[in-house]
């Protein structure tokens, strides 16, 4: 792991104190320092911190809500990863997670109600539109305006707000995605809650997220790690603290083992790229627009997604099927 370089962040982005989302204590070392090396949003230095007690790693301090607009520029990917932008990439990861997505829906009644919570530009739910039962009914949930735009020009319903604040019925839906959004909330426990609730009794969350129990975490952990994402990913997951944030909204834990993504590998030698200054043509052979790099790296995390090493989490979870579930203090 690289040696940490901390400076305090200078005046620029509105910045907020954090606190581990599991205890509620500020008892932390930190991991990692770093900057956003992918959009340059902002010349701020930011510091990943592990919490001592429970292990979770997050952003401390981390940008202010009113910051969100800033550190989510207009070329953000998750608003417009379409066939145009992304070519050969998209068309891959398209099968690739319609295979997923189904495994996922297996079981699921013809009339089905699934929601994906933080859907940006809908890519998940156009892929379930064209590939699963015409009878399930498709909904997203989204706080950026461009997200809902987004998918109502593909035809999808999407709604603005959060899981928490928008008034969904209750014990409704069947199935529920969160896929590579859980790390990017400042509250994980509130938004589990939320997917809690509008879950039927019986009704799973599948969850993706990034893991720092990988590989490429121990390599590049210690600032160039991809999955840091910096300054948007607010918390981050081991098998462990994504377990132990499940139990505390009251879900049952069906699953939780990792797969295959090459995205954190590739971006973590982007920004090392970056930050050595290399010369632009190499930076760019290393981006989600690189099939030879995500390829050569899928292969790479294949094999340690077989012994429990994969660079991201998959959890399913289950709402337990009563009427009534108590939920853990």
Same mark, same amino acid.
């Given at each position: 792991?690289?040696?940490?370089?901390?400076?305090?962040?200078?005046?620029?982005? =509105?910045?907020?104190?954090?606190?581990?989302?599991?205890?509620?204590?500020?008892?932390?070392?930190?991991?990692?320092?770093?900057?956003?090396?992918?959009?340059?949003?902002?010349? !701020?230095?930011? /510091?990943?911190?592990?919490?001592?007690?429970?292990?979770?790693?997050?952003?401390?301090?981390?940008?202010?809500?009113?910051?969100?607009?800033?550190?989510?520029?207009?070329?953000?990917?998750?608003?417009?990863?379409?066939?145009?932008?992304?070519?050969?990439?998209?068309?891959?990861?398209?099968?690739?997670?319609?295979?997923?997505?189904?495994?996922? +829906?297996?079981?699921?009644?013809?009339?089905?109600?699934?929601?994906?919570?933080?859907?940006?530009?809908?890519?998940?739910?156009?892929?379930?539109? !064209?590939?699963?039962?015409?009878?399930?009914?498709?909904?997203?949930?989204?706080?950026?305006?461009?997200?809902?735009?987004?998918?109502? /020009?593909?035809?999808?319903? #999407?709604?603005?707000?959060?899981?928490?604040?928008?008034?969904?019925?209750?014990?409704?839906?069947?199935?529920?995605?969160?896929?590579?959004?859980?790390?990017?909330?400042?509250?994980?426990?509130?938004?589990?809650?939320?997917?809690?609730?509008?879950?039927?009794?019986?009704?799973? +969350?599948?969850?993706?997220?990034?893991?720092?129990?990988?590989?490429?975490?121990?390599?590049?952990?210690?600032?160039?790690?991809?999955?840091?994402?910096?300054?948007?990913?607010?918390?981050?997951?081991?098998?462990?603290?994504?377990?132990?944030?499940?139990?505390?909204?009251?879900?049952?834990?069906?699953?939780?083992?990792?797969?295959?993504?090459?995205?954190?590998?590739?971006?973590?030698?982007?920004?090392?790229?970056?930050?050595?200054?290399?010369?632009?043509?190499?930076?760019?052979?290393?981006?989600?627009?690189?099939?030879?790099?995500?390829?050569?790296?899928?292969?790479?995390?294949?094999?340690?997604?077989?012994?429990?090493?994969?660079? #991201?989490?998959?959890?399913?979870?289950?709402?337990?099927?009563?009427?009534?579930?108590?939920? =853990?203090?």
């Amino acid at each position: 792991m690289q040696a940490l370089r901390w400076a305090p962040t200078p005046d620029g982005l =509105a910045m907020e104190p954090a606190r581990c989302c599991l205890c509620g204590l500020d008892d932390s070392d930190p991991v990692a320092v770093g900057e956003d090396f992918e959009y340059r949003t902002s010349p !701020e230095v930011f /510091r990943a911190v592990r919490c001592r007690r429970c292990d979770l790693v997050y952003l401390n301090p981390r940008p202010a809500p009113t910051e969100l607009s800033r550190i989510y520029p207009a070329d953000y990917h998750a608003y417009d990863f379409s066939p145009e932008s992304f070519g050969l990439v998209h068309a891959v990861r398209r099968r690739l997670e319609a295979r997923r997505m189904l495994a996922w +829906c297996a079981g699921l009644p013809d009339d089905a109600r699934i929601l994906d919570v933080g859907c940006g530009d809908g890519f998940h739910l156009e892929v379930l539109k !064209e590939f699963g039962r015409p009878g399930w009914r498709l909904e997203g949930i989204d706080p950026d305006p461009r997200a809902v735009e987004a998918g109502a /020009r593909r035809g999808l319903t #999407v709604h603005r707000g959060t899981v928490q604040t928008l008034d969904l019925p209750r014990s409704t839906y069947d199935l529920a995605l969160h896929i590579m959004t859980l790390e990017h909330v400042d509250d994980p426990i509130g938004v589990l809650e939320g997917i809690h609730d509008v879950l039927r009794p019986g009704g799973r +969350c599948v969850i993706v997220t990034d893991n720092v129990e990988s590989p490429d975490f121990r390599l590049f952990g210690g600032r160039h790690w991809g999955g840091y994402h910096f300054p948007r990913h607010l918390h981050l997951f081991s098998k462990k603290t994504l377990g132990a944030a499940a139990a505390r909204v009251g879900f049952e834990v069906e699953s939780l083992r990792t797969i295959v993504s090459p995205v954190n590998w590739v971006y973590s030698i982007r920004n090392l790229l970056v930050d050595l200054q290399g010369p632009e043509w190499l930076v760019e052979r290393f981006s989600l627009r690189s099939p030879g790099a995500l390829a050569a790296f899928t292969v790479l995390d294949a094999v340690n997604a077989r012994v429990g090493r994969g660079a #991201v989490l998959n959890a399913v979870l289950r709402r337990p099927p009563l009427h009534v579930s108590a939920k =853990a203090n």
